[in-house]
């Protein structure tokens, strides 16, 4: 009977392969299992952000127009928001408090000199998320309570301006609550105007609260044209005017428009921070350099 032949022994190179299949698919298991938490993370830490005034031409008295703008609903959209910044136009911007990104980036736009605002949702005639709106429904104590908690996430805040708030805005016993809230936090206001019937100037001034009021909104009819078209309307009536206020908000097409008018906002108005604004329009803005 024919004896069997023995198998040759696998070699030593064939092992060493084996083994390296094992580790690397051992090693691809476990990243594909890590925690979840690990993976949502929406974008790493970025480098430390050197201090840098975009706009110092703002701080001269010089024969422009004086205005300014504000963006709303920021801390949102890291990568849009950024491209604002990069505008190299003298900007504020206005954070939601519960915006995902809120505290990064209104750190970074402090670091880079922008001024920073808090963008405070307030009750619309339209009824909303009963959570993230101050409500006519609440009292003093829980209106003052939820204007700290929402300035407390938003660092570097010098104001704050309202998100909708058309219902509330125009009920005077409750706007004076939100307005002595700011005051004793010692921060501006500025009235976005959700509603032609606010009580925001009225109640401002017998508080003695320094607030401004907004004139222009430069997006309320979404698309690049429309912009453009508010951009020229703020651009003249700054000139014709006086001082002018506008409220755009993060979106591709406000972008565009910025892009685009960018030169005439650098040379035909005076763009400056909100608060130089407030300090002109309420009659005390002999130094421009005063912080209040």
Known sequence: MPSRRKRPAPSRLGWAFFLLFVLVTVLATLWVLRPLKEREKPLPPGPEVKPLRTAPKAFRETPAPMACIIIDDMGQNPRLERRFFALGLCLNFSFLP???????????????????????????????????????????AEVKKRVKRAVAAVPY?????????????????????????????????????????????????????????????????????AVCRALERFIVRAKRRGPTLAIGHP?????????????????????????VFVRKVNGYDKTLSQKF
């Open 251 to 275: 979106h591709p097409a406000t972008l565009r428009a910025l892009i685009k008018y960018r030169l005439r906002l650098q040379k035909e108005v005076r763009l400056v921070p909100v608060s």
């Open 157 to 225: 805040a010098i104001g704050i301006n309202h998100h909708m708030g058309s219902a509330f805005s125009a009920d005077p016993k409750h706007m004076r609550w939100v307005l002595e809230e700011t005051k004793a936090l010692g921060l501006i206001y500025v009235d976005s105007r959700t509603t032609p019937k606010t009580v925001v100037p009225q109640v401002a001034r017998s508080l003695g609260l320094p607030f401004a009021e907004r004139r222009v909104f430069l997006d309320h009819f979404e698309g690049y044209e």
């Open 98 to 140: 519960q915006g995902r990104f809120t505290k990064r980036l209104a750190t970074e736009a402090h670091a880079r000199g922008f001024e920073v605002l808090v963008h405070l949702p307030l009750q619309a005639e339209r009824k909303r998320d009963a959570s993230a709106f101050i409500s006519l429904q609440m009292g003093e």
